[in-house]
């Protein structure tokens, strides 16, 4: 493991505290997306520990070890997944931040993590002018070439100022998936001050810390993901800098997320209703106490332990195994539950960067759809979170006697026939 490039964490970087609570360790996992040519040398393949914590005054959950962005995004892999299911949902985010902020012809839309620009083309066919943020500048690039102005760096307090100088303050600021990536959120709120309209949106997309540990979306965890925010551990977060909480949809994208939208504390907003019922809920159901933490780690182990042996059950009755979709998720499925080459012959992915490599860790070669000349008998569903999409887009693998194994939250196989725990 290389020292020089991960920060432990001390004080949380929402309250401050540094009362903490372990909640699992799963040692050292090398990055979810290093997914690596098949020419490198894995001997200097670096692993890093994925340890998780929750701070008792916010109940954030957040790791320990913070891996240097550059290390993790100045060239990325992770490219937006071009899916039915991704398309769907996000015209649903431009319907609903429509809604929400109000947006007029001709506002600024601004992202933060845009990605290869899928996001925002979907905004501007609404006729907003857009700007994507992204530090990787492989991925911003594609996204010039789309046509979508792209500042390919991170968004902090400078780069927010740079951007509201040059085109004025932006009505929405959106951050899919990205906000529990970033570190030091102080700095990127005081960015989404310098930008923000008066009567602007922040609205963020994150997986829902509870989503996580009801439906045991224990791989969603993973060196780019910091933090796994509570709907009142965002709250006191916006609260400390100056921002109300407005509105929140979960929604089901990632294993469930939520989409959550602040607005300045003075500005002209009223939180919705639902924003307290969730809040209320939280505090009912137990996140906020540490048995909850206690009993989601033991229950952790007792799927994975439940998954290894399935699989390597299946494995020495004969069966072929493989995995579908070569997800981030995936590699800490496949790290923790100790499946390797042994075990899953191929992983299978439709995203061009993966093909031709192997899966971090574990050195199993990713196959293009079209590269699968014999399907295994079980696919192990690595890209659970699009279940039903695959499932019905794979109907002749099923037809065919096929099994997918789901992982998560218990495992369960899925055949034409059957459905079984
Ligand atoms: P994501 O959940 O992080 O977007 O990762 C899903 C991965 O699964 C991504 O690498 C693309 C891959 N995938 C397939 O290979 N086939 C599919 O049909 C879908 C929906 C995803
Ligand atoms: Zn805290």
């Not at 905004?123 to 911003?140: I, Q």
């Not at 551990?233 to 916006?238: E, I, M, Q, R, S």
């Given at each position: 493991m290389s020292t020089d490039v991960i920060r432990f964490?001390?004080?949380c970087r929402v309250c401050g505290s540094e009362r903490w609570q372990k909640v699992i360790s799963f040692g050292n996992v090398p990055l979810?997306?290093?997914?690596?040519?098949?020419?490198?040398?894995y001997a200097h393949e670096q692993a890093y520990p994925l340890e998780v914590i929750s701070c008792r005054e916010c109940r954030l959950l957040s790791l320990t070890a913070v891996v240097d962005p550059h290390v993790l995004y100045r060239t990325y892999s992770y490219v937006t997944s071009d899916s039915e299911t991704m398309a769907r949902h996000m015209r649903t985010v431009?319907?609903?931040?429509?809604?929400q902020a109000g947006l007029a012809e001709d506002d600024l839309v601004v992202e933060l993590g845009s990605n290869t620009g899928d996001q925002l083309l979907a905004?501007?066919?609404?006729?907003?002018?857009?700007?994507?943020?992204?530090?990787?500048?492989?991925?911003?690039k594609i996204a010039e070439d789309r046509g979508v102005p792209t500042v390919s760096e991170y968004f902090d307090s400078t780069t927010a100022r740079a951007v509201a100088a040059e085109h004025g303050r932006a009505s929405l600021i959106l951050g899919r998936h990205v906000f529990a990536h970033i570190d030091d959120v102080v700095d990127v709120l005081a960015g989404v001050h310098a930008l923000l309209a008066e009567d602007g949106l922040f609205t963020i997309e994150v997986p829902y810390a509870v989503d996580l540990l009801d439906r045991l979306a224990f791989d969603?965890?993973?060196h780019e993901h910091l933090s796994y925010?509570?709907?009142?551990?965002?709250?006191?977060?916006?609260?400390r800098h100056g921002l109300r909480t407005v509105h929140v949809e979960r929604l089901t994208v990632h294993g469930g997320s939520v989409?959550?939208?602040a607005g300045r504390a003075e500005g002209?907003?009223?939180?919705?209703?639902?924003?307290?019922e969730l809040i209320e809920h939280e505090r009912c159901g137990g996140y906020l106490s540490d048995g909850m933490y206690e009993d989601f780690a033991a229950r952790v182990r007792k799927t994975c332990d439940g998954l290894s042996r399935l699989v390597r059950d299946l494995v020495a009755d004969g069966h072929r195994v493989a995995g579908y979709g070569a997800s981030a998720k995936g590699t800490t499925l496949l790290n923790i539950c100790g499946l390797g080459r042994d075990e899953l012959e191929f992983c299978t992915d439709t995203t061009p960067q993966k093909q031709g490599r192997v899966t971090p860790g574990t050195h199993i070669p990713v196959l293009a759809p079209g590269d699968v000349r014999q399907p295994p008998d079980y696919y192990l569903l690595l890209a659970w979170n699009y279940a039903e999409e695959i499932m019905r887009k794979e109907s002749a693998f099923l037809d065919a006697g096929g099994g997918f194994i789901v992982p998560v939250p218990e495992p369960t196989v899925h055949t034409r026939a059957v459905t079984t725990l």
């Open positions: 964490v001390t004080a979810a997306n290093g997914f690596l040519e098949v020419a490198d040398s431009v319907r609903l931040c429509r809604e905004f501007r066919e609404t006729g907003a002018r857009v700007l994507g943020v992204d530090p990787a500048r492989n991925l911003a969603t965890i993973y925010f509570l709907i009142s551990t965002l709250d006191t977060l916006f609260a989409l959550v939208s002209p907003w009223r939180t919705h209703e639902r924003v307290r």
